[in-house]
C-alpha cells in the first residue's frame, strides 16, 4: 500500500513538471532569494483577468537566462536589494490571449490604470501589443528592484506596464531618486548579458539568448 501511494505521488509529480523543456529552469529553484509576482496570473494587468496559459505563479526562463540573472541577484544583495519578477517566459496561447483583448474595443476595465493616453485601437501601432512576444522564446523579463528585509518596489516613476512615454527608457520627467534607480536597473542587467527595451524600462532580454527564432507555447506551470 506504501508502495502504490508513493509511485502515485512520483508519478503525480512528473505530470505537473512534465511539460518544463529541459532547456529551461523554475527561476526560483536557481535563485530562492528572488522575488516572483506573476501579474497576469492575477486580475492586475492591464486585461484586469486572468491570461491564458498561466497556470501557476512561478517564473520560468531558459537556463541560460536564469544563470545569468543569478549573477545579477549575487550583486544586487550588496545594496540589499532583490530582483522582483513580474513575468518570465510567456506562452504563445497567452499573446494570442493578449491579441484577442486589443481586438475588443469595447474591453477598457483598465484602461485608467495602464493605458490613460493611448487609444486602444493604437496599441499595435504603437508597439505595446503584438502578435510574437520575445517572452515566448523564453529568455525575458519584466522586473523590478524591491528591498530585501521589507519587499518594498523601489520608486521608478511609473508602474509596470503602464503604456506611455513616462514609462520609456529615455524619459527625463523624473526625479532625481527615480532616475538613479532606473540607472541601477540598467546598469547592472546590461552589465550581466541583458539588453533593455526602450520603451518599458521593467523590460529585458538576454543579450545572447539560446532560441531567438522559437516561440513556445508550453504553459507556465
Known amino acids: 500500500m506504501n508502495f502504490k501511494l508513493t509511485f502515485l505521488c512520483l508519478f503525480s509529480f512528473s505530470i505537473v513538471y512534465a511539460q518544463l523543456p529541459k532547456e529551461f529552469a523554475y527561476v526560483e529553484d536557481v535563485i530562492p532569494s528572488i522575488k ?10 492591464f486585461l484586469a483577468t486572468q491570461v491564458d496559459g498561466y497556470k501557476k505563479d512561478v517564473a520560468i526562463l531558459s537556463v541560460q537566462a536564469t544563470e545569468a540573472l543569478k549573477k ?35 474591453d477598457t476595465i483598465n484602461k485608467q490604470a495602464f493605458y490613460p493616453a493611448v487609444k486602444k485601437q493604437h496599441l499595435f501601432q504603437e508597439g505595446y501589443i503584438s502578435s510574437k512576444s520575445g517572452h515566448s522564446r523564453g529568455s525575458t ?31 527625463l520627467e523624473l526625479t532625481l531618486q527615480q532616475r538613479a534607480n532606473r540607472m541601477l536597473l540598467q546598469t547592472i542587467m546590461i552589465k550581466h548579458g541583458f539588453k533593455y527595451y526602450t520603451k518599458e524600462w521593467w523590460h529585458f532580454t538576454l543579450r545572447n539568448e539560446p532560441f531567438p527564432e522559437t516561440y513556445f507555447d508550453f504553459p507556465v506551470n
Do not use: C
Open 72 to 106: 545579477v541577484q549575487n550583486e544586487l544583495k550588496q545594496y540589499n536589494l532583490s530582483i522582483k519578477i513580474f513575468d518570465g517566459y510567456r506562452p504563445q496561447q497567452a499573446v494570442n490571449h493578449f491579441v484577442r483583448w486589443a481586438r475588443n474595443l469595447n
Open 141 to 171: 523579463l519584466d522586473m523590478t528592484l524591491v528591498d530585501i528585509d521589507t519587499g518594498k518596489e523601489l520608486d521608478m516613476g511609473s508602474s509596470w506596464d503602464f503604456f506611455g512615454p513616462e514609462s520609456w527608457v529615455a524619459n
Open 36 to 45: 516572483v509576482e506573476l501579474r497576469y496570473f492575477s486580475m492586475n494587468n
